[in-house]
């Protein structure tokens, strides 16, 4: 949950020499971050570094932080640039079906813990083969929930293009995943 005014006191404090303050603020986003990082690169283990650089550089940068914007939508913006830096930086980017560790809930029987894990596999897999601008439109929109505008911000780009990439983006996903859906429709 985004709370901008919590955020505005934490980085007050921050700027004010209060370090505590900083691990408050990585406490708050840091599921936002590696999640977002995650659907980037595809691997568990490289979501967390990449995380861990995302606050460093945030920590670093925070000064320059105008408040124009949201905390959480300037801290996407430092993820997006991070993951995809470590994209280029990467010779070969392999798909692992490593997967963040989600402990089931106590309703799940194990076949449908099974069938969800998945299910996961296979959007995260369909996810990797996308164009990079498509994945971070798709990641960004309609993983994480982000707005039209937001999502704009974010990447610096009007929001017509955000509209008709994400709609690009949407076909190509379907296109991916047509052969795993046939069967559940």
């Known amino acids: 949950m985004d709370r901008p005014g919590e955020d505005a006191l934490l980085i007050r404090r921050c700027l004010e020499g209060d370090r505590e303050a900083f691990s408050h ?3 708050r986003h840091q599921k936002m971050v590696i999640n977002t990082v ?9 979501a967390c570094e990449v995380a861990q650089e995302v606050f460093v550089a945030a920590y670093r940068a925070l000064n320059n932080f105008r408040q124009e914007s949201k905390f959480s939508t ?10 995809k830096n470590r994209l280029k930086s990467l010779a070969a980017l392999k798909y692992s079906s490593a997967d963040p560790p989600d402990l089931p809930s106590s309703s799940q029987t194990p076949d449908q813990v099974y069938d969800s894990k998945a299910l996961r596999e296979t959007v995260q897999h369909a996810l990797m083969g996308l ?16 707005s039209y505008e937001a999502v704009a911000e974010i990447l610096d780009l009007p929001v017509g293009t955000i509209k008709s990439r994400l709609h690009r983006a ?3 996903l379907r296109e991916k995943l047509a052969p795993y859906l046939k069967d559940v429709l």
């Open 170 to 172: 949407r076909m190509a």
């Open 25 to 27: 603020l990585v406490i």
């Open 74 to 83: 300037w801290l996407y913006r430092i993820a997006v640039d991070q993951a």
């Open 131 to 146: 164009d990079p601008e498509d994945r971070e439109v798709i990641v960004l929109r309609d993983i994480e929930g982000q």
């Open 38 to 46: 995650y659907r980037f690169l595809g691997q568990y283990d490289d």
